[in-house]
């Protein structure tokens, strides 16, 4: 009990340094931080906790218990950016400990004690932890069903039970369903139907790979058949093509794959689905989740659930949803960077998984029951169109889980481990921190002018590598893999808790935002032209329209009593030619991490126009998922 204590306390140490360092002190981000949080302010105006609204706009965006969640820390915290992210570290911490007991549960508590530390600061996760999304909340709600389900059933299989029956990895009691199903519910609430798609698919892969009926001697009877069967096939496939043996040799190894084959035959899987209990998933998803569906369907005539249905479940397969796209891989290098800095244990972590698998090691359940849940995520997601790096993120505690055993065997049995890799993932965190030092002085010229400090980050990375060779090279395994994970916290701290402030002083919706008020108290007319960015909306606390065209900027020019157009430089020239003596420029900023300026525009006031007066507003308010 006291070890648990002792690693579950440094595993929260470690997430309040990395995810809540100046959490709050960064401006939103576009697109989504500013969008999300834009909502749940509207929302909790508009006293409305059914119906999403953007920008004035109903928002098929999002099931609502991120905003929910929004609007708890607003209550509680006042209106600022801590208010809607510090949801997203609390369960980037709570992902970690139910990593850690996972890890305990199905290998040892040392190596939870790893998995737990290795989520906690690889750089995707982290960024998810600290940004007013829905991710980092989802892949808690994933982690922990899986946790309920390791807890109350795999943890607890008998001595004497063989693995003949699939409910022997499930939950013992019916409590147990309900949790794990409830935690699903919950993320369908997050997220949607796909929440519980990537945790059935996760779990029913594992139960398909664990399962082995009793085999009884007419089994082992056509098993023997069908391999000399196999076997004929391959000899006289040789003997017609005259094959050379290494190729029969590799042809006589492809029996693991039609054994593969057939743990995935349509009858196990629905033996699978079965067992699994779906009509207690659907009656505890349907008390808990279908509700508020029912009260959106009903409140917007069926517009919101057609929409998110259409937008992000059927879309998402046929084509790129805002040109988010890229090849069947995609994903894989997503892994390598995301998992950063461990992902430079992957090689080892996939030969080492692999060995123990076909070995029968103790700890093949929880080897497996990781392999599948990172397998079934990732591939889901490269099947779909639409890709981005964080749909991925519920995986990296699966990944965590497999990368923790080889940290641990590395430590206790370094004898046997070959000590290439340490010295491998030294070098690389130096290379890497070299790189640094050299790459962003040279991107902030272009886009963050002063900014070149920005490459002292990597200065983490090359004193941690260079402290790993060295103890490496003084056979020290522990002092080299506790260096590297203290060289892992320091270097996310420095690049999240701190760099990233030296990147929001260039930030302009806060600033922009502030002139506005100035130059106008009360409540904002704007619109922008050319040039749209969801934070305004939220800084401004004001809808924007979104103007496409001159007829409407005329509309809205003629409409409002105290117009202000947002636009950039580049059309500057065209709108005073266009409407000449009705604007004047109120102030003008160097864009965000791009060329060019953004001019803010004071048009001139139309004393005619009640200041009751509705503005024109297009819809057209896309946002990324």
């Known amino acids: 009990m006291r070890q648990m204590l002792s690693h579950q306390a440094w595993i929260v140490l470690v997430g309040l340094i990395v995810f809540f360092t100046n959490l709050g002190s960064a401006a939103l981000f576009d697109m989504d931080e500013a969008i999300y949080a834009s909502s749940a302010r509207e929302m909790a105006q508009r006293g409305d906790w059914v119906v999403p609204y953007f920008n004035g706009q109903m928002s098929p965006d999002k099931p609502p218990l991120m905003f929910w969640m929004m609007m708890l820390g607003t209550a509680l915290f006042g209106t600022c950016e801590f208010a809607v992210r510090i949801h997203s570290a609390v369960c980037a911490i709570g992902t970690a400990l139910a990593t850690y007991h996972i890890g305990r549960l199905l290998f040892r508590a040392e190596v939870g004690f790893w998995a737990g530390l290795i989520v906690s600061t690889s750089i995707i996760f982290t960024v998810s932890a600290r940004a007013a999304t829905v991710d980092s909340m989802l892949t808690f709600l994933i982690t922990a069903a899986i946790l309920v389900m ?122 699978g689905i079965w067992t699994m209990r779906p009509l207690t998933a659907l009656l505890v998803v349907g008390l808990i989740a279908v509700p508020w569906f029912v009260m959106v369907g009903l409140r917007t005539d069926g517009q919101w659930i057609q929409e998110f249905m259409a937008k992000y479940s059927s879309q998402a397969f046929k084509k790129p949803i805002f040109g988010h796209s890229g090849p069947w891989f995609y994903h894989l290098v997503v892994v390598f960077i995301g998992f950063f800095p461990w992902s430079v244990f992957l090689g080892p972590t996939i030969v080492e998984t692999v060995r123990r698998i076909r070995g029968n090691h103790p700890w093949r359940a929880g080897y497996i029951l990781a392999s599948c849940w990172a397998v ?33 065997s590395w430590i206790t049995e370094h004898e046997r481990m070959s000590v290439w890799w340490m010295r491998n993932a030294g070098v690389t965190l130096v290379v890497v921190g070299v790189g640094m030092i050299i790459a962003l002085p040279i991107i902030a010229a272009y886009y963050l002018p002063g900014e070149g400090i920005l490459g002292l980050v990597g200065l983490t990375l090359i004193v941690g590598g260079a402290l790993c060779l060295y103890f490496t090279g003084q056979k020290k395994p522990q002092r080299a893999m506790v260096t590297f994970a203290a060289a892992s916290v320091a270097f996310l701290t420095a690049m999240f808790g701190f760099a990233v402030l ?75 030619k266009q409407f000449p003596g009705r604007f004047t420029e109120l102030t003008r900023h160097r864009q965000f991490l791009g060329r060019g300026e953004v001019v803010v525009l004071a048009g001139r006031p139309n004393t005619a126009v009640p200041l009751t007066a509705t503005r024109p507003h297009d819809s057209s308010t896309g946002s990324r998922h």
């Open 150 to 271: 390791v807890a109350d059933g795999l943890a607890r299989r008998g001595a004497n039970d063989q693995g003949d029956r699939m409910a022997s990895f499930l939950p013992r009691h019916w409590l147990g369903f309900v949790a794990m199903y409830a935690l699903m519910a919950l993320a369908v609430l997050a997220k949607g139907s796909v929440a519980v798609i990537m945790t059935g698919g996760a779990i029913g892969l594992f139960l398909l790979m664990m399962y082995q009926p009793a085999v009884t001697e007419e089994t082992r009877r056509r098993r023997f058949q069908g391999t000399l069967a196999r076997a004929w096939i391959s000899l006289r496939a040789g003997a017609r093509f005259m094959t050379p043996m290494w190729l029969l040799r590799w042809t006589w190894r492809l029996d693991p794959l039609w054994r593969l084959l057939a743990r995935l035959s349509p009858g196990r899987i629905l033996r």
């Open 376 to 408: 079934a995520i990732i591939g889901f997601w490269s099947l779909i169109i639409t890709k981005l790096p964080h749909y991925i993120l519920p995986a990296y505690p699966a990944l965590a889980l497999l990368t923790a055993p080889f940290i641990y």
């Open 502 to 576: 030296r990147i929001d002083r260039h930030h302009i919706s806060p600033t922009l935002a502030a002139e506005l008020h100035e130059a106008s108290p009360g409540e904002l007319e704007l619109a922008s032209y050319g040039y749209f960015r969801e934070s305004f909306v939220y800084y401004t606390g004001s809808p924007v329209a979104k103007l496409q065209d001159t007829k409407g900027i005329q509309t809205f020019l003629d409409q409002s009593r105290r117009p202000y157009l947002i636009t950039t430089d580049k059309h500057e020239a065209s709108l005073r």
